[in-house]
């Protein structure tokens, strides 16, 4: 008896230990999240942001490869060689010689090697321009790297905004699918029990439980829905893909108001990343057109140099320094360097002509954002209104009903109609914050400023 007792035991404690273990994994897949932790996580797992950092960087070494260009030019060089003893016949006539009877002619020396370094160092003085403006390009090149970045960044906070919102909207429908199914199943109940009693048509419990199912697939369609929503969006941060977010909704009923059309145009303008970034590149370009210039001027450059040779038993040289200007002017660049500025010179021009086309496409953007916001907020008050019909159209139907003065058909129209008012409403609440935040990304500013 007492071992019956105790395995009893064990297998309570075994019981426990899972409920508990399996709470623990059902936290863990549970978390709450508010929107500016959503920015933050976005922000931080971003692939799109760290590729824009890589390029940033990349600009930055363009820099100090253009600033490096100032610095000398260093070169050294060495050579070892191993030589024979070559066969020379020395025939030089001269009547002293053969008079005496002495030979003139003295022997070769023995040599087996050679040796000789050599090191020469160059300092651009001036070279028509082409290091100062190649920096000022370049300066203005990772300028607009960055700037392309901020860029970057606010798209993947109004991206992530976009995903939070949308989420809230899948949950919302489920939330309300879901309570609208839980009535339908107690009005089925009670159709049930009235038929059974024959206070209501066979017909009129059939048409309560096809709403009822088609409310089951509702609420499976919903659920599809932000079982989909959330994995996205659990990617998009970073997190494993099996949490469940609770969001928190708590600036929804924000509905703050907005400057004029005219004020958001100049306030794009003043602010938008993307229409500084190409201002730095037709900057960039105009000293690149400098640079392509510089080809018409000579070159000036301060050089010193030292060589050391020695071969033995022959020959011997050290400290031969030697320092000096020099002037180089490549007379080819009168006719060539011509179509080098023609195209710098058609690539500002481009650009110029793209900074336009960015300004009309500001303002479209500015003008959608504008509208898209303030239809919102008026679709907010509609559907507001709607709600509060839709819940009075169902208590006057409802009520008709059960004294016998409306149909079956009528009270099932009236508890759809409060459901898609109550789901219209809530999608209206989030797509307003989200047209909101885009109208601010749109003027290239963060909300607040």
């Given at each position: 008896?007492?071992?019956?007792?105790?395995?009893?035991?064990?297998?309570?404690?075994?019981?426990?230990?899972?409920?508990?273990?399996?709470?623990?994994?059902?936290?863990q897949e549970q978390r709450t999240l508010t929107l500016q932790q959503a920015i933050d996580l976005s922000l931080e797992n971003s692939k799109e942001l760290k590729v824009s950092d890589s390029k940033v960087k990349q600009a930055l070494a363009s820099l100090q490869e253009a600033k490096d260009n100032r610095l000398p030019d260093i070169d050294i060089s060495g050579q070892y060689m191993r030589v024979n003893k070559p066969n020379?016949?020395?025939?030089?006539?001269?009547s002293g010689s053969e008079e005496s009877g002495e030979g003139s002619g003295s022997e070769m020396?023995?040599?087996?090697?050679?040796m000789f370094g050599m090191a020469t160092a160059s300092l651009p003085i001036f070279a028509g321009g082409k290091i100062t403006n190649g920096i000022a390009s370049a300066k203005y090149l990772e300028k607009a790297a960055e700037l392309d970045a901020e860029r970057n960044k606010q798209e993947v906070i109004q991206n992530t905004i976009a995903a939070y919102y949308n989420l809230y909207k899948a949950q919302a429908a489920v939330k309300l699918v879901t309570e609208n199914l839980n009535t339908s199943k107690q009005r089925v109940k009670d159709f049930a029990n009235m038929e059974a009693n024959g206070l209501v048509a066979r017909n009129d419990l059939l048409k309560v439980q096809l709403q009822e199912s088609n409310l089951e697939l509702a609420l499976l369609n919903a659920e599809n829905n932000e079982k989909i929503t959330n994995f996205n969006f659990d990617l998009m941060l970073g997190l494993d893909e099996s949490t469940r977010l609770?969001?928190?909704?708590?600036?929804?009923?924000?509905?703050?108001?907005?400057?004029?059309?005219?004020?958001?145009?100049?306030?794009?303008?003043?602010?938008?990343?993307?229409?500084?970034?190409?201002s730095s590149r037709q900057d960039a370009a105009h000293a690149n057109v400098k640079v392509a210039k510089g080809s018409y001027y000579p070159s000036f450059a301060v050089s010193a140099g030292y060589v050391g040779i020695n071969v033995p038993h022959a020959l011997t040289v050290t400290n031969a320094l030697n320092a000096g200007v020099g002037l180089s002017y490549n007379l080819a660049s009168l006719y060539k360097a011509g179509a080098k500025v023609k195209q710098a010179k058609a690539q500002e021009?481009?650009?110029?002509?793209?900074?336009?086309?960015?300004?009309?496409?500001?303002?479209?953007?500015?003008?959608?954002?504008?509208?898209?916001?303030?239809?919102?907020?008026?679709?907010?008050?509609?559907?507001?209104?709607?709600?509060?019909?839709a819940n009075e159209n169902y208590r006057i139907t409802k009520n008709k009903y059960?004294?016998?003065?409306?149909?079956?058909?009528?009270?099932?129209?009236?508890?759809?109609?409060?459901?898609?008012?109550?789901?219209?409403?809530?999608?209206?609440k989030a797509d307003a914050v989200v047209a909101y935040n885009k109208l601010y990304e749109s003027a290239g500013v963060s909300v607040g400023e």
């Open positions: 008896m007492d071992n019956i007792i105790n395995k009893v035991n064990k297998l309570l404690v075994g019981c426990c230990l899972l409920v508990i273990a399996g709470n623990t994994v059902l936290a020379v016949d020395f025939k030089l006539q001269g020396p023995n040599v087996s090697q050679a609770v969001l928190d909704t708590t600036g929804l009923s924000v509905k703050p108001q907005v400057k004029s059309l005219a004020d958001w145009e100049s306030l794009a303008l003043d602010n938008r990343a993307d229409f500084k970034a190409l021009e481009q650009l110029a002509w793209n900074q336009e086309q960015l300004k009309d496409g500001i303002r479209i953007d500015i003008h959608k954002a504008y509208q898209d916001y303030t239809q919102s907020l008026k679709k907010i008050q509609v559907y507001e209104k709607a709600v509060e019909q059960d004294n016998s003065l409306a149909t079956t058909t009528d009270l099932l129209d009236a508890d759809v109609a409060r459901l898609q008012a109550g789901i219209d409403y809530e999608y209206a």
